[in-house]
């Protein structure tokens, strides 16, 4: 397969996230309240849609399917189609866009990365082309941001 750039297929996560929020909505139903519905999708099912996807750069379009996911998930919960509402709900329950989130785990990844890259101590030569490969890696996906 030949292509002009390297693109990662977030299909699956969408898939399992819609699978973990459809259970969690399954389990409390409309018992439990909408914060506790969220704190509940934000430590289970947002790691679920985002997982992998720190370490690849991900175009526009693929940002807007992320959205378009927690979107639609909100509007369920709050039972709503004004996007009006589901912005204003998700500013005052402090709950994040993916591309938000994507870019503080983005940011700590290569933190961690640049860190243990740092201290290996063997191949000196091999570790100061490999750390600039990770910096030129991560300007390139900070910019297609």
């Given at each position: 397969?030949?292509?002009?750039?390297?693109?990662?297929?977030?299909?699956d996560?969408?898939?399992?996230?819609y699978?973990?929020?459809?259970?969690?909505?399954?389990?409390?139903?409309?018992?439990?309240?909408?914060?506790?519905t969220?704190?509940?999708?934000?430590?289970?099912?947002i790691?679920v849609?985002?997982?992998?996807?720190m370490?690849?750069p991900?175009n526009?379009?693929?940002?807007?399917?992320?959205?378009?996911?927690?979107?639609?998930?909100l509007?369920?919960?709050?039972?709503t189609s004004?996007?009006?509402?589901?912005?204003?709900?998700?500013?005052?329950?402090?709950?994040?866009?993916?591309s938000?989130?994507?870019?503080?785990?983005?940011?700590?990844?290569?933190?961690k990365?640049c860190?243990?890259?740092?201290?290996?101590?063997?191949?000196?030569?091999?570790?100061?082309?490999?750390?600039?490969?990770?910096?030129?890696?991560?300007c390139?996906?900070?910019?297609?941001?």
């Amino acid at each position: 397969m030949q292509s002009r750039a390297f693109k990662c297929a977030i299909d699956d996560g969408k898939c399992s996230f819609y699978k973990a929020d459809n259970a969690i909505f399954g389990k409390v139903g409309r018992l439990a309240s909408e914060e506790v519905t969220l704190q509940l999708i934000k430590s289970k099912c947002i790691l679920v849609l985002l997982y992998g996807l720190m370490a690849c750069p991900l175009n526009k379009s693929q940002l807007s399917s992320l959205h378009f996911v927690m979107n639609i998930f909100l509007m369920k919960l709050f039972s709503t189609s004004n996007m009006e509402i589901i912005t204003y709900c998700r500013e005052q329950f402090n709950f994040e866009l993916p591309s938000v989130i994507l870019a503080q785990h983005t940011s700590l990844f290569f933190a961690k990365l640049c860190f243990v890259i740092a201290t290996t101590k063997r191949h000196s030569l091999m570790k100061d082309l490999f750390a600039a490969f990770v910096l030129f890696i991560f300007c390139v996906a900070t910019v297609s941001r």
